[in-house]
């Protein structure tokens, strides 16, 4: 074995098929069961779009009411559920209260099963599970931002689709079109990106026959993470350290001076530009002239242009995405939980992928440790 066989992080290594997705980076193209995410984003409800990633095409308007009227009935927080979170401190990290509410729902849907080659479940429970956390993630998400702010958990409006209900349990508030609009927007864009790290986490739990609570919850335990969708969290934090468009130049000196990494920029696979990110910046451009905020813009667009410049390294989703859920009201914080709302459907629609054509996932490694050496005083049994 030399050093060329190591394929380490996995680059450019080709583990499996998936139907689920398409990323193209050639093309800088992102395909959903086919269609281009760009024009999902700008026709498309989010359930909509969970439907397609689902079941491979979008649904007629039977199938959507169906799905959403699944989905209403199931958006309350499980009272076991919400004691989990209630026993966290209040200053948990948000990504750390999600994935425990996530396991804690595992735990109660899954009691009873003794058996665990029981717990895996047939693809129409899966799919199941995967409405019902799909579900109650807003819940989860929302009630996690009002705690953090001393405030009650605001119960769901059944007149109100997806998109707006989340900002509803948020905020309290009948939320504008045009938050609705952008929010939808960016759910859709979050969905789904193939073989990403957290994806790629819930394909190898799956693929030991573990549930798919089990493959969801270490899924959002890759997420957290600022390479990965922790990110755009880390996007609100730089931005609110340079404060103002005027301070990028001596900022970014500094920063690259310390090699630091420029959080919102670079992906794995795009190299030349994430495909998403034009659509989530025109949805960024509606927030900002919704709120006046021309300042937001300045600052985004100044790191850019500056950035690229010197680095050739272009922005990804988390770069319009962070600034955009913070003019919408959402602290930084929940930034990433937002991110664990989207990807649910994608993370499910990978899992049900690889319950229906497992194999079991097992690199191998290449051993650098020291030779073999035996414990002082060991005596071999006869
Ligand atoms: N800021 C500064 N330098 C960067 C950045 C960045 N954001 N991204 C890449 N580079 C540099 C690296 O320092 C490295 O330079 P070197 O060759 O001189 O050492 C070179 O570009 C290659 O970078 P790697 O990290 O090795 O490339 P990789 O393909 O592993 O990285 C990654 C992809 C992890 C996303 C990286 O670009 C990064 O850390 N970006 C910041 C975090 C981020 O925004 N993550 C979100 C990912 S997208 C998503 O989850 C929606």
Do not use: C
Not at 121 to 137: D, H, T, V, Y
């Amino acid at each position: 074995m030399t050093d060329t066989d190591i394929k380490k992080g996995l680059a450019g290594v080709v583990v499996d098929y998936t139907a689920v997705s398409k990323v193209n980076p050639e093309t800088n193209s992102l395909l959903y069961r086919g269609y281009p995410v760009q024009e999902l984003a700008a026709t498309q409800s989010f359930e909509a779009v969970a439907h397609l990633l689902w079941h491979g095409e979008l649904p007629s308007d039977a199938q959507l009411a169906e799905l959403r009227e699944s989905e209403r009935q199931h958006r309350a927080l499980l009272p076991s559920v919400k004691a989990v979170i209630d026993g966290l401190p209040v200053d948990a990290h948000p990504m750390d209260e999600v994935r425990t509410a996530v396991s804690a729902i595992g735990a109660e849907e899954t009691a009873g099963i003794s058996n665990v080659l029981d717990a895996v479940g047939s693809p129409e429970e899966n799919l199941e599970r995967s409405i019902r956390l799909f579900a109650q993630l807003p819940a989860i998400v929302a009630y996690g931002q009002r705690r953090r702010r001393g405030l009650d958990l605001v119960e769901a409006r059944d007149d109100l689709d997806y998109a707006a209900n989340f900002l509803w349990q948020t905020f309290g508030e009948e939320p504008d079109e045009v938050v609705v609009d952008a929010f939808n927007r960016s759910m859709i864009l979050y969905a789904e990106h193939s073989f990403n790290a957290s994806t790629f986490t819930a394909r190898v739990i799956t693929s030991t026959l573990s549930d798919l609570y089990s493959a969801v919850t270490g899924a959002i335990g890759a997420l957290k993470g600022p390479l990965h969708g922790g990110a755009n969290e880390a996007v609100l934090h730089i931005l609110t350290e340079i404060g103002d468009a005027s301070n990028v130049v001596p900022w970014l000196d500094a920063a690259l001076a310390e090699k630091r990494k420029i959080m919102g920029f670079g992906h794995r696979v795009y190299k030349k530009g994430d495909s998403r990110v034009p659509t989530m910046k025109a949805a960024l451009d509606t927030l900002v002239a919704h709120y006046d905020r021309p300042d937001v813009a300045e600052l985004y667009e100044t790191l850019e242009s500056e950035f690229v410049s010197r680095k050739g390294i272009y922005p990804n989703l988390d770069y319009p995405s962070g600034p955009a859920y913070s003019l919408m009201g959402f602290d930084t914080l929940t930034f990433t939980p937002l991110f664990v709302a989207a990807r649910i459907t994608g993370w499910t629609a990978h899992i049900l992928e690889q319950q229906a054509s497992n194999a079991l996932i097992r690199p191998l490694s290449a051993y650098n440790g020291p030779d073999e050496r035996h414990v002082e005083g060991y005596v071999p049994d006869e």
